[in-house]
């Protein structure tokens, strides 16, 4: 029997002494890597929390006081800990519970995130409801140093000069945004060591003058003026007691801090700030924290095939034209850009966790002359469609995004999922998209974007599972991949094109169409098919997107025709695996298969 | 002749005196008082930068050195004075000049803006640019008091610790962001009157020790400890020198620190603070800089209808329910809001400009319980569409949008045009869409929408033209207003409606619907009228909104059907008349009878 086995309720952390809570912590730790190895996760970020989970159980009462997380990918323990421990090793699985916190998973989780920035927020909006009806509990937030400078908190932080009582921002600072921190807005807080600056200044006053007088005098001074000149200082002027810097992979130092500041909090909102090790305990994670971050299952950490090949067609593109740069928001291992960085620095800017600053900036460096191309995961490109809208579109500049985990992503589930890109795009004016299938073609397509000087968005899942010989991309919109007579499938991307392919296996005479380029549409082909049964195919909802606009076009023309689009219902897709995904949205083999029969049939009996 | 006519080209601003300067600033006024009471605009922003643009056009080169402005809306002195007073009272207007920067109207308008936050992210791109390619030149962002606090400035900010040589940001600072400014960032910056604060310091020890030897001792002292304490400066810290507090309505002093900082911004990228009055020059924009914020022609500042009756009825819904809250993004005005500031304070947020916040503020305040309404522009909406779709919808919490100056906005132009929010909000799952046409619908919308308890958006333009009994919208989706046989109008919001009704008054046997509900569709309607020629009208792109679910709904149900979409063109709407934007749209009662006249006559043809 671990340790654990004696948590059933919450309440019972509180029991506990610090050698067992140490021990909790240790099992806590061996459950994520465990779990984490069999089903994939965010591994470096919850290995580096654990004891901070295990103090805010310890001291605060949940779900009555509550907890917020910000991304979510650190809540592995806090689930562990809130009744979840027997479901725990189902996380990230189809009908498993999730690895984000979820609302409707349990009331523990009292707001659900797996984007950045929403924690403060969102606690601040708790604060509102509390104080509004007259409630009473404590609001705790958990951010990390590369979230805190989304702009998303950054507002929230800003919003006003006072801050509610019973507020707790916990800042888990790990010198980490995925990768390294540059950030200077964290640099800026990340020198604000109070406690310790105190503390060391103290000696050197005592190491020069020695323990007299003159020293106690000087120290009083010193702190006289440190008051005149700290009246600017940032978290008090936000409202905030500053509390730090704590350590926040000593359990026991961290229940006596948070008692402190639970005392604190009943008067005036907290700023904790402790510093934790990202990886803590798993010596690999500890020392490649960025690669360890989020991790495959077996703990595989391979970039995905597409990425690999951005990164390489990028450098080649940046070694023949310097006003090429590449620029990402956090992500520069997912996105493949770890080697544009390596092989051409000058070139690579990664801004942090900060899609839109990464747009903006993005479209000012073309209106400056250069050729900005986004790297940034299509869920995650969402915080910046106004950008792309009003700061790239509206002044049709030449920044190309490449949309990284656009589709179905898998175990992260709906948080994650890259199926609105295409609807929060195509009404955009002056842009153009495309979705390629193969290696090849993501590279055919960034040529010609470069080509086109204007804004595009190039969009792809992790991996492209087709290979074949693609043609130019500029002279040939789509492929026709098959011939056929009665029925097109119209496929976006390389999942729904080798699904296309693998129904014309099954029924005779199917066109099969690479629509890979999404806007402009291929006019030439949609004219070519108007006589079939037409079937749309799109990772993304089925609303705005690619079939949506098909539909649009014969309407408009006023072409009678049948169009059936399939892709993602209206509604957000849960974890699972990509196969239960695409089965959940009707797009297998066998359902696509039934329309076709039902729909020939009913054509049929209509000609009859 | 006025001494704006001896200003042929920028260079000849460099050849005036201060006397001549100060006479300039009073024409420039002059004429933006002129041409705004004609045309229309933002008067008070416009006003108070005046000198401040005159002292920049005096000490740098445009349009080699670049000069970006956030938001845009304080752009009008610098049009005057860089080639377009002879087309100045255009502005506005159809064919005339836009009242936002533009670079294809100008080479000086180095960067386009309407929405707030952009500036800094945008420089920093050009400095990136610049440096990309060996040019040289020096930077400017001037950005407002209200707009520095949004994230993306924000992000921008923070971005690094470091910042580009020959970039200088400039505050300028009114203390209103459109209202007045209780931001928290705001206060915390606007204390650092570090010039100021110096001189007053040291009066003080001068007015207590006297002018002798220990007064400049304990000054030296006060020098070491600011120097030992102020590390943690923000700005400095962020990469920045500071230099403030300055009056930026005075073009001489003004002028003598830009040279200043012209010269310092060669080795280190400058903040320069500057204090401006809103509305300067004008009393009654002095007075209420607010409300002249914009004002329309004849400087009107007249509500519009919807916000009115919006501030009524949240007031009424929130005496009989306290767990109700109005939310606002610095739109307290234009959005009806100041009624309920007023009436019900404990229950009105004004966030200021920060959009983001705003609507995952919100979505805390629904998890913990309440019933936020979050108010703002329709084309502000769009900064906060990953907070809509990630914390409000993902979790179906019940907060309502109401989006006024949805559709077309007249002379504010692209920038501010409301006609994507159907496309980049009906795909987002778990949302129900509404469009009044009455301000009676409005009210019955708001019921329903806190009725329902999910996540709901209420968008409409300024005023509502319709008037006229409603059936309740719980129990009629959609209104069939006038019966018709061959031809149906599908009409979304007030405008629309009209214009149905204007082409049923010529053209015999029209049905025409009020089409309230966006999403869900009303399925009972569009089953009644599947045998019709069916034209839906929107004030919002073709793509991805209304008509295109219409067609998707036909298309999947396999039903045949004729749809037409008319609503907005593939391309952004620039500034004019709503007449002209519907005009160049096609939504005209000749065009959409041409249209039917055409189809009918086709779809006879066909019968025959």
Partial sequence: MNILDKIDVPFDIKKLNKKELEELAQTLRTQ????????????????????????????????????????????????????????FDTIRTGDGISGFPDRNESEFDAFGAGHAGTAISAGLGFCSARDNKGEDYFVINVVGDGAIANGLNLEA???????????????????????????????????????????????????????????????????????????SDYFEKHGFKYVGVANGNDVGELIKILKSVKYTAQHKAVFLHVKTTKGKGFDKAEEHADVYHGVGANLTCETGSFANTLGEKLNKVIENDKTV?????????????????????????????????????SAGMAAGGLKPIVCVYSTFLQRAYDQIVHDVCMQNLPVIFCMDR???????????????????????????????????ELELMIDYALELGCPCAIRYPKNAMCEREVLSVKDNPWEIIKNGDKVTLLAVGPRMLQLAL????????????NARTVKPLCEKTLEQIKNTLIITLEENSVIG???????????????????????VKDRFVAHGSVEEQMQKNGLTIDKITEIITNALGETNEQKD
């Fill in 406 to 440: 656009a589709g179905f992503v898998g175990g992260d589930g709906k948080t994650h999922q890259g199926v609105f890109d295409l609807s929060y795009l195509t009404h955009v004016p002056n842009i153009k998209i495309f979705a390629p299938t193969t290696l090849k």
């Fill in 157 to 231: 932080l800003s919003a006003s000069n006072s801050k509610p009582n019973k507020y707790i921002v916990i800042l888990n600072d790990n010198g980490m945004s995925i990768s390294k921190n540059k950030n200077g807005f964290y640099r800026f807080i990340s020198k604000k060591t109070a406690g310790k600056g105190y503390v060391a200044s103290k000696r050197r006053f005592v190491k020069i003058f020695g323990s007299s007088f003159i020293t106690r005098w000087l120290i009083s001074v010193r702190d006289f003026f440190k008051r005149l000149f700290n009246k």
């Fill in 32 to 87: 994520i890597i465990q779990t984490t190895s069999k089903n994939g996760g965010h591994l470096a970020s919850n290995l580096g929390i654990v004891e901070t989970t295990l103090a805010l159980y310890y001291t605060f009462d949940f779900p009555k006081d509550k907890l917020i997380f910000d991304v979510g990918h650190q809540c592995y323990a806090h689930k562990l800990l809130s009744g979840r421990k027997d479901s």
């Fill in 325 to 361: 740069v590449a620029v990402t928001a956090g992500m520069k291992d997912g996105t493949g850009l770890c080697a544009v960085e390596k092989q051409n620095f000058q070139n690579f800017y990664d801004v942090g966790i900060a899609e839109e600053f990464a747009v903006t900036y």
């Fill in 502 to 513: 693998d129904v014309a296996d099954k029924i005779h005479g199917i066109f099969v169409v």
């Fill in 545 to 567: 997107g690619f079939g949506s606009t098909v539909c649009g076009y014969y309407a408009n023309k006023q072409i009678p025709v049948k169009v059936i689009n399939l892709g």
